[in-house]
């Protein structure tokens, strides 16, 4: 038979690659000739697509390794699988739908709809990435192949096993152990997919923003000398002043503030620290106190030098609230539109004030239940929020305001009038990377890993190696 002038890879490699798997020349132990066994469970490949450059690489690694091993007789498993991630799994079958005549959304269709098309893109692309697989070579035991969700409520027939409970029942083992934990943490949070997405998934983009700038009342109509200095120790400003002066990119997160902060060695605002201040948004009948406190994160030389804590909704608040001992509220449901559960706005800001003079303690869920946005906002867009709370503390008269001066073109005359400080600044905003909106920083309870624990053996059992091999007692076979 003659040779063909080119190589034909597809048809070789799906050739080949199904002829070494009707011989079982993978299967678990096969060429097994003495009693060691050697595994690798492959790190399973998201059902979500096609595998990538990453994927070839770690998997011919492992296929070295698996057919080194079983090559010298030991009973060998490559064992096979595919993850179900849920966000890309959910973000493809939804551009799916969005393709339909019917343009329906998951919502519309319901939960079990829904799965039922989820199932279906799952029979698609996890057979791609197998066959994918099988055509690298990757010489896996294919009649093992695991799927996470397997064995889950209307999972097909044709998913084999019940790794779905295995799944569960070793996360509540792992949990009993005291190896993960649960906690409310700061993440960032996708408004569109309503679901945490790590930092790998986040896109950070230049925007034009804006920033405000507000008065804090100090409580009890209080005054304080603010004075400014040059280089040299001079006075270059003096004044009264019966407020603090902050600025801020997000004026809608200023209901949930729980402090305000200043560096320790501002020496403008000495004379108030330790005292509170008023937040100027919300009824004035229940405005809220919040403690004035010092903290390292603060630059004095950037804008007022007064930064406002809000600790559920932005990470370096987050670690100051920390540090201080200082509630976090959170604002915004799921959707990031303001919170409209718990109890009515008065009740809590209520309860916010009695732990900001000392009164009362809350735990983490009981600061979570507190909804401090006002009635008047509760249910809004985060958007449509901050257009609304600027609203407010504007015509309240407690923005900072600068002179504004114009020219009539006419008559030549001068005009000077005050107008609030907005100033324009470009700034990196961060983008959920499947969705494209705009990632919103949210306290909510996630689970964690006690990675000490997990990791110590594995530890103990590199350095014991390390240190029997100096010794010169490694038994290699064993090893």
């Not at 770690?58 to 698996?66: F, G, R, S």
């Not at 990632?439 to 990675?451: K, N, R, S």
């Amino acid at each position: 038979m003659p040779m063909e002038k080119t190589f034909n890879a597809a048809e070789a490699e799906a050739r080949i690659a199904a002829e070494w798997e009707a011989r079982h020349c993978f299967a678990a132990g096969a060429n097994a000739r003495r009693d060691e066994t050697f595994c690798i469970m492959i790190p399973p490949p998201n059902v979500t697509g096609s595998l990538h450059m990453g994927h070839a690489f770690n998997n011919t690694l492992q296929d070295i390794l698996v057919r080194w091993h079983r090559m010298r007789g030991f009973d060998t498993l490559w064992q096979p699988g595919q993850d179900h991630a849920g966000i890309a799994t959910q973000m493809v079958v939804e551009r799916e739908l969005a393709k339909d005549k019917s343009n329906q959304t998951r919502r519309e269709m319901g939960r079990e709809k829904f799965l039922e098309k989820v199932w279906e893109w799952k029979g698609q692309s996890g057979n791609t990435i197998i066959n994918q697989l099988k055509r690298l070579g990757a010489s896996c035991d294919w009649s093992r192949n695991a799927f996470t969700m397997s064995g889950a409520p209307g999972a097909p027939a044709s998913d084999q096993g019940n790794f779905h409970d295995a799944v569960i029942k070793v996360f509540v083992d792992l949990y009993n152990k005291g190896y993960i934990y649960r906690g409310k943490r700061l993440v960032n949070w996708d408004p569109h997919f309503e679901t945490a997405i790590s930092d790998l998934e986040v896109e950070q983009i230049e925007v034009q923003g804006h920033m405000w700038h507000f008065k804090y009342p100090l409580a009890d109509g209080q005054t304080y000398e603010y004075v400014e200095k040059d280089a040299d120790g001079n006075i270059t400003f003096r004044e009264t002043r019966d407020y603090i002066s902050i600025a801020t990119t997000r004026p809608e997160t200023m209901l949930g503030d729980g402090a305000v902060a200043v560096h320790p060695s501002d020496e403008r605002y000495a004379p108030i620290v330790g005292k509170l201040c008023e937040i100027p948004v919300g009824p004035k009948e229940h405005r809220r106190l919040i403690p004035i406190i010092t903290d390292e994160y603060p630059d004095p030389d950037f804008g007022s030098g007064a930064v406002k804590i809000t600790g559920a909704h932005d990470f370096n608040d987050y670690a100051v609230a920390k540090r201080g001992n200082i509630p976090c509220y959170r604002l915004m449901d799921t959707r990031a539109a303001m919170r409209a559960d718990g109890a009515p706005y008065a009740e809590a800001a209520a309860i916010a004030m009695a732990v900001a003079r000392g009164e009362k303690t809350l735990t983490e869920a009981e600061v979570d239940a507190v909804n401090l946005v006002p009635d008047d906002l509760r249910g809004l867009d985060r958007y449509e929020a901050r257009k609304r709370v600027i609203d407010q503390i504007t015509s309240e008269g407690l923005a900072v305001t600068v002179l504004h001066k114009t020219i009539d073109k006419e008559t030549g005359a001068e005009h000077a009038e005050r107008i609030p400080l907005v100033e324009q600044n470009k700034m990196m905003q961060p983008h959920g990377d499947r969705s494209k909106v705009v990632i919103e920083p949210m306290l909510t309870d996630q689970w964690f890993v006690d990675t000490a624990k997990i990791v110590e053996p594995a530890l103990k059992a590199v350095r014991d190696g390390m240190a029997a091999q100096e010794a010169g007692t490694f038994d290699e076979k064993a090893g």
